[in-house]
């Protein structure tokens, strides 16, 4: 779903370790849920389209086992920086309704990335520029968690949510989400994994990507909202 190096990076991920100060210096932020312009994490398909107005002539839609992307084209601007497409993520909650799991914007390469930021920064507070990236390993078949380096030629600009251990303190309560969550994530039977997990990754990620040198895609910046790891937290619990 995302596009060559820079997009078969950043799926890999699955957190963004942060350093602890930044839960301070977003203290002031406008948006300290980490949400998407006009949405709300959890936003219905259905509102989503009515505030972003797409239809068959200027997107198209991906259907997975249960979960649906929207492929929206559009010159819209997006924290002062105009876009060339915008793509939803939608995931079934299990009954038929889909709500919204993150959001990536593509900026054309006209794009000045530091308006990008500054029109962030002043939402969602300082960010953390190339912080480590954890998640898991690539071909060790998502059984090993690691630290995943940053190509030379990719720069990020991060942001995050809190992590599960900041959110669940109980320790019952841990050992019940990390039976549930073993569908989702495998290997966290190793408690090294399990450790890296609930006190690495972030319930929400937000961040800006951008790669040099890369004259076959049209795009060379693009912003993620992932809160794929709320969604995921908040199924289990509801279980």
């Not at 300290?32 to 398909?45: A, C, N, R, S, Y």
């Not at 509102?47 to 979960?67: F, L, M, P, Q, V």
């Not at 953390?128 to 968690?145: M, R, W």
């Not at 995050?160 to 900041?166: A, L, M, R, V, Y």
Request: hydrophobic share 35%.
């Amino acid at each position: 779903m995302l596009k060559k190096v820079l997009s078969i990076f950043l799926y890999l991920l699955i957190g963004i370790s942060l350093t602890g100060c930044q839960s301070e210096k977003q203290a002031s932020a406008t948006n300290q849920e980490l949400e998407f312009p006009k949405l709300k994490w959890g936003t219905t398909e259905a509102e989503a389209k009515k505030i972003y107005k797409w239809d068959t002539k200027n997107s198209h839609e991906i259907i997975g086992k249960n979960s649906k992307v929207i492929k929206l084209e559009t010159k819209r601007k997006l924290f002062g920086e105009p876009t060339g497409r915008i793509e939803f993520e939608f995931y079934n909650d299990g009954n038929d309704v889909y709500r919204l799991l993150d959001v990536t914007a593509y900026y054309t390469k006209e794009a000045d990335v530091n308006k990008i930021l500054n029109k962030m920064e002043k939402s969602y507070g300082i960010s953390i520029k190339n912080e480590e990236q954890y998640g898991y390993l690539p071909f060790a078949d998502k059984q090993t968690f690691g630290i995943l380096s940053l190509p030379n030629n990719i720069t990020t600009y991060n942001w995050k949510s809190k992590t599960i251990s900041q959110t669940v303190s109980d320790k019952n309560q841990l050992q019940d989400l990390r039976k549930k969550l073993k569908k989702y994530y495998k290997g966290i039977d190793n408690e090294e994994n399990w450790d890296t997990l609930i006190n690495k990754v972030p319930l929400v990620k937000v961040f800006i990507a951008t790669v040099e040198d890369d004259e076959q895609s049209p795009f060379q910046t693009k912003v993620v909202f992932d809160g794929s790891m709320l969604f995921i937290t908040d199924q289990t619990s509801e279980e």
